[in-house]
């Protein structure tokens, strides 16, 4: 049956997987309404507050991904763009930086930012690949040093660094996902790689926060999150491999293949998110949309770390694997 | 015009409002906060809603605001300011005349009493015209403000801000005790604004 569905026209896919999606989350929140009609103990009643955000968060998430679509790949590059922007505007506010960063920052949001998505637009992978990593990476130091603060140097430099590397460079590797075209299949085919990898990444972490509830094991570091353990993290990357096989009709590879690159985003997405709660705890908010903290961050980042983790080994493996210029 | 620079001031820090002591209401008040930065102004502007942009006016110096063509314009057409003379030319000339008149229109101040920036950490002591206000117009509100993390966006000398989220957080309305004095009147309200200031982690 579900090669049948893969040979629907590409236009009749993404009918169907928007109709999937938005049914889902539908049925959700109706089945979340008629659950709230009645009384409920307090503790219920946080865990449902929690429970909605990230329900709302998924709205907006699926949304924006339609209107993604149908802008078409210069929009989605756009839209990612934007969400970058938003993502490391909230690191920033969240780290170190002193006065001296001022040029360095400006880089940050201005130059290297913009580049980063137009090589991505461009569809120059080779340089868009390094281009953080090697000739930012030597940049940014370069800029520090010259505002000439030694205090903290390597502490400030290395968060700039990183808030780049995850919020811009992580990140862009999602729409570079739309643009990649494959051998032998009709251009645009890309976008159902984003789908797939965000579809994955979801999964991974929902099945993620359900499995941690509920399956009260050791967690793998106590200091960090009490809840994750390696049980939870393989239940979940084996979820993420299941609906990267159910969905494998979107993408151009065949249903082995599916699982294993679910497998793949849906683990990385996962880990990238505990990796995200660590720096959380260093800088001591609960989560980055947290009333007590500074400013009044959104919560973004909480929302794309997933993602941002995910979408370049997602990319890259699926370069190397099919050889793609 | 106004909009869009609100649009462009919320995209670079975010410039959220939080309303503790008080909703957002059309009342006509008088927010005082403290200074740190150029941008102090547009951040409280940019965090009012939309609707009361238009009634609630900065004060700006008039040699300074007016001595550019594009200057006067953004002041005078964009932000509707109250232009007020740093130098007293005669002796009679109350300072604080072109307020009362904007006040007794009807309009809502921005003041920062501190007079000029600070360097973050602590404000500086208010200066008296909050309370010269204060007892001549006892039926307007007066609405504390601390502005935070604005500094980060654009320190001094530079010109290009760089986007880092800011809040603005408005306390509890205060009002001119009967038998108050200036002095106390003034630490008071200082120390209103000092106490809106998030705890930093």
């Given at each position: 049956?579900?090669?049948?569905?893969?040979?629907?026209?590409?236009?009749?896919?993404?009918?169907?997987?928007?109709?999937?999606?938005?049914?889902?989350?539908?049925?959700?929140?109706?089945?979340?309404?008629?659950?709230?009609?009645?009384?409920?103990?307090?503790?219920?009643?946080?865990?449902?507050?929690?429970?909605?955000?990230?329900?709302?968060?998924?709205?907006?998430?699926?949304?924006?991904?339609?209107?993604?679509?149908?802008?078409?790949?210069?929009?989605?590059?756009?839209?990612?763009?934007?969400?970058?922007?938003?993502?490391?505007?909230?690191?920033?506010?969240?780290?170190?930086?002193?006065?001296?960063?001022?040029?360095?920052?400006?880089?940050?949001?201005?130059?290297?930012?913009?580049?980063?998505?137009?090589?991505?637009?461009?569809?120059?992978?080779?340089?868009?690949?390094?281009?953080?990593?090697?000739?930012?990476?030597?940049?940014?130091?370069?800029?520090?040093?010259?505002?000439?603060?030694?205090?903290?140097?390597?502490e400030r430099n290395a968060s700039i660094q990183?808030?780049?590397?995850?919020?811009?460079?992580?990140?862009?590797?999602?729409?570079?996902?739309?643009?990649?075209?494959?051998?032998?299949?009709?251009?645009?085919?890309?976008?159902?790689?984003?789908?797939?990898?965000?579809?994955?990444?979801?999964?991974?972490?929902v099945v993620q926060e359900a499995a941690s509830?509920?399956?009260?094991?050791?967690?793998?570091?106590?200091?960090?999150?009490?809840?994750?353990?390696?049980?939870?993290?393989?239940?979940?990357?084996?979820?993420?491999?299941?609906?990267?096989?159910?969905?494998?009709?979107?993408?151009?590879?065949?249903?082995?293949?599916?699982?294993?690159?679910?497998?793949?985003?849906?683990?990385?997405?996962?880990?990238?998110?505990?990796?995200?709660?660590?720096?959380?705890?260093?800088?001591?908010?609960?989560?980055?949309?947290?009333?007590?903290?500074?400013?009044?961050?959104?919560?973004?980042?909480?929302?794309?770390?997933?993602?941002?983790?995910?979408?370049?080994?997602?990319?890259?493996?699926?370069?190397w694997y099919f050889k793609l210029a | 015009m106004?909009?869009?620079?609100?649009?462009?001031?919320?995209?670079?820090?975010?410039?959220?409002?939080?309303?503790?002591?008080?909703?957002?209401?059309?009342?006509?008040?008088?927010?005082?906060?403290?200074?740190?930065?150029?941008?102090?102004?547009?951040?409280?502007?940019?965090?009012?809603?939309?609707?009361?942009?238009?009634?609630?006016?900065?004060?700006?110096?008039?040699?300074?605001?007016?001595?550019?063509?594009?200057?006067?314009?953004?002041?005078?057409?964009?932000?509707?300011?109250?232009?007020?003379?740093?130098?007293?030319?005669?002796?009679?000339?109350?300072?604080?005349?072109?307020?009362?008149?904007?006040?007794?229109?009807?309009?809502?101040?921005?003041?920062?009493?501190?007079?000029?920036?600070?360097?973050?950490?602590?404000?500086?002591?208010?200066?008296?015209?909050?309370?010269?206000?204060?007892?001549?117009?006892?039926?307007?509100?007066?609405?504390?403000?601390?502005?935070?993390?604005?500094?980060?966006?654009?320190?001094?000398?530079?010109?290009?801000?760089?986007?880092?989220?800011?809040?603005?957080?408005?306390?509890?309305?205060?009002?001119?005790?009967?038998?108050?004095?200036?002095?106390?009147?003034?630490?008071?309200?200082?120390?209103?604004?000092?106490?809106?200031?998030?705890?930093?982690?």
């Amino acid at each position: 049956m579900l090669n049948v569905l893969r040979h629907l026209d590409a236009e009749q896919q993404v009918a169907l997987l928007f109709v999937i999606v938005f049914g889902v989350l539908l049925a959700v929140t109706v089945g979340d309404l008629l659950l709230n009609l009645q009384d409920r103990p307090p503790e219920w009643v946080k865990r449902h507050d929690r429970f909605q955000r990230d329900l709302r968060a998924m709205w907006i998430g699926a949304a924006l991904f339609w209107l993604a679509w149908i802008s078409g790949p210069v929009g989605a590059t756009l839209l990612f763009g934007i969400v970058s922007f938003l993502a490391l505007r909230e690191f920033i506010t969240l780290s170190p930086t002193r006065r001296a960063d001022h040029r360095s920052l400006i880089a940050a949001f201005f130059i290297v930012l913009p580049l980063q998505y137009v090589l991505v637009g461009n569809r120059n992978f080779d340089l868009f690949s390094v281009f953080i990593p090697v000739y930012v990476f030597f940049a940014i130091p370069v800029l520090g040093a010259l505002a000439g603060d030694p205090e903290r140097f390597l502490e400030r430099n290395a968060s700039i660094q990183w808030g780049i590397m995850v919020c811009v460079y992580g990140l862009s590797h999602a729409p570079a996902l739309l643009l990649l075209s494959f051998p032998g299949e009709p251009s645009g085919r890309g976008a159902f790689l984003v789908f797939f990898l965000v579809i994955v990444a979801v999964v991974a972490q929902v099945v993620q926060e359900a499995a941690s509830r509920w399956l009260r094991h050791r967690p793998l570091a106590r200091q960090i999150s009490r809840s994750f353990s390696a049980r939870a993290w393989l239940l979940s990357a084996t979820a993420a491999g299941v609906a990267g096989a159910l969905f494998f009709w979107i993408t151009p590879f065949k249903i082995a293949q599916a699982l294993a690159m679910g497998l793949l985003a849906g683990g990385a997405g996962t880990l990238g998110e505990f990796v995200m709660k660590a720096l959380k705890k260093d800088v001591g908010v609960a989560y980055w949309g947290n009333q007590s903290a500074v400013t009044g961050a959104v919560g973004l980042l909480d929302r794309v770390a997933p993602l941002a983790f995910a979408a370049p080994v997602f990319f890259h493996s699926v370069r190397w694997y099919f050889k793609l210029a | 015009m106004g909009r869009l620079l609100a649009f462009i001031a919320r995209l670079i820090t975010g410039a959220q409002g939080h309303w503790k002591g008080c909703p957002p209401e059309a009342l006509q008040r008088i927010y005082f906060a403290n200074h740190q930065s150029h941008l102090d102004w547009v951040l409280i502007w940019a965090a009012l809603p939309g609707e009361l942009r238009a009634h609630t006016r900065p004060i700006a110096a008039r040699d300074y605001w007016t001595a550019s063509p594009f200057k006067h314009w953004l002041t005078r057409a964009v932000f509707n300011a109250v232009y007020v003379n740093r130098q007293r030319t005669d002796e009679n000339d109350d300072p604080l005349e072109p307020l009362v008149q904007a006040l007794a229109a009807g309009d809502s101040l921005v003041i920062f009493p501190e007079g000029t920036r600070s360097h973050g950490g602590e404000p500086q002591a208010f200066k008296s015209g909050l309370f010269h206000l204060a007892r001549q117009f006892p039926q307007v509100q007066l609405v504390p403000a601390w502005i935070d993390n604005v500094q980060r966006v654009m320190p001094k000398g530079e010109v290009v801000p760089v986007p880092i989220l800011c809040t603005v957080t408005f306390g509890a309305p205060l009002s001119l005790g009967p038998e108050e004095d200036k002095r106390s009147f003034l630490e008071r309200a200082r120390a209103a604004v000092v106490a809106l200031r998030p705890l930093v982690l």
